[in-house]
């Protein structure tokens, strides 16, 4: 049985994309919401079930063409019995907890569906159409809320929508990986969870000892609530209670990388480094490095000038393939800041943090080929006065 149908099937993603309540149960496809007239010539919805028919993690053609039915005796406009479509009103339970009313035989002129899309919207549309002579805008895709199946063992709490629409499911998938850490929630890293969090990754492990206060909340994305503020909690409480309602996965660690824990991150697929303590970075890159483990760091360093702010946001990513860049150019510091100076004061804004995480993780996706990657820069920085981007240290 795969793990993710509807992600992986054409039809299926075709389905939700277009508003329809798919889910899988007891390797059946379930399609809730569907209108219907009773014989008191009111519009009621049901569900459609049938048996899904799977290759691998894929659909393949129905085996036939019927479907089982959750619900009342479908009726026309004028509350007649739907007799063509019904081949028996037998109530059958089809697995645990599963229980169908009715069993419908609509068979096409050709003799059989091309797919699960081409059934359940000729089978919607037949149990639609009188509903919608009596109810203005029933609809068999109504779109809304779509809760995850307990069969889809996906990390969101409702469906991705997003990729099945655009056509990207397939590319989407590349992001699947185990485990995801982020160092430091302080401005950039909040917003590196905010666009990682969207994405399938199994675990999102965040790392930060700081407790979240209110000069935190004007850099960090979303809006933070003056009780939130009161409540004083870590960031990483703060940030994991936020994207906890979207999806699982994200576990919170409420202290900073050491010597004494980092061997928590040596099975990580992937490490964000977004934290500005030179010592702290040194230990933790010289380590990622021995344990094999790809990495971005990133960095601002923005300075006051004639009562404007300029700089340059940078991202440098580190692979098992390529790591001499990053010591023989010296493009990390791993020095701790000292004296009054602009760079120093950590001036960070908002807008340069949401740029600054997401150049790191559009670079993220390209090294798992979500995106065209034809450079393979492993260094790359955005200066503000100019507006100029440039890449350098390809692999």
Not at 87 to 95: D, G, H, I, Q, R
Not at 190 to 212: R, S
Not at 276 to 288: N, T, Y
Not at 325 to 331: A, T, V
Request: with cysteine.
């Amino acid at each position: 049985m795969s793990h993710r149908p509807i992600a992986r099937s054409p039809d299926l993603s075709k389905l939700l994309a277009e508003g329809y309540h798919v889910a899988v149960r007891h390797r059946h496809l379930m399609v809730s919401n569907i209108p219907y007239v009773a014989e008191d010539r009111t519009v009621h919805r049901g569900t459609l079930v049938m048996p899904l028919t799977l290759a691998n993690d894929r659909t393949v053609n129905p085996v036939d063409h019927t479907t089982y039915f959750i619900g009342g005796h479908p009726c026309d406009q004028h509350g007649a019995k739907l007799t063509a479509i019904v081949n028996n009103s037998t109530t059958v339970e089809l697995a645990p907890g599963l229980v169908a009313q009715h069993y419908f035989s609509a068979k096409p002129p050709k003799g059989h569906y091309d797919d699960y899309y081409e059934k359940v919207a000729t089978y919607g549309a037949i149990l639609c159409g009188p509903a919608a002579m009596l109810e203005s805008g029933a609809a068999p895709n109504p779109g809304g809320f779509l809760p995850s199946s307990e069969e889809e063992d996906s990390v969101f709490h409702y469906l991705d929508t997003a990729s099945p629409r655009a056509e990207i499911t397939a590319i989407t998938a590349k992001l699947e990986r185990r485990k995801v850490i982020i160092v430091g929630l302080g401005g950039t890293g909040g917003y590196v969870l905010d666009q990682v969090a969207k994405t399938p990754v199994e675990g999102i492990h965040l790392y930060d000892g700081d407790l979240f206060h209110q000069h935190n909340a004007f850099r960090a994305p979303g809006a933070a609530s003056g009780d939130d503020l009161d409540g004083q909690p870590f960031k990483v409480h703060y940030f994991a209670g936020i994207y906890g309602k979207m999806r699982r996965g994200i576990e919170a660690h409420p202290e900073y990388l050491t010597a004494e824990n980092i061997d928590s991150v040596r099975d990580a697929d992937f490490v964000f480094l977004c934290i500005d303590d030179g010592a702290a970075k040194a230990l933790i890159v010289e380590r990622l490095e021995q344990f094999g483990v790809s990495f971005i760091d990133v960095g601002m360093g923005i300075y006051a000038q004639d009562g404007k702010l300029g700089g340059v946001v940078r991202v440098t990513t580190s692979t098992p393939t390529k790591r001499e860049h990053i010591r023989d150019r010296g493009l990390i510091s791993f020095a701790n800041p000292e004296g009054d100076d602009d760079y120093n004061r950590n001036i960070q804004v908002a807008d340069l943090n949401a740029l600054n995480a997401v150049l790191a993780v559009i670079r993220w996706k390209k090294l798992w080929g979500f995106y065209v990657d034809l450079e393979r820069e492993r260094h790359s920085t955005y200066t503000v006065d100019t507006n100029e981007l440039t890449n350098d240290d390809s692999e």
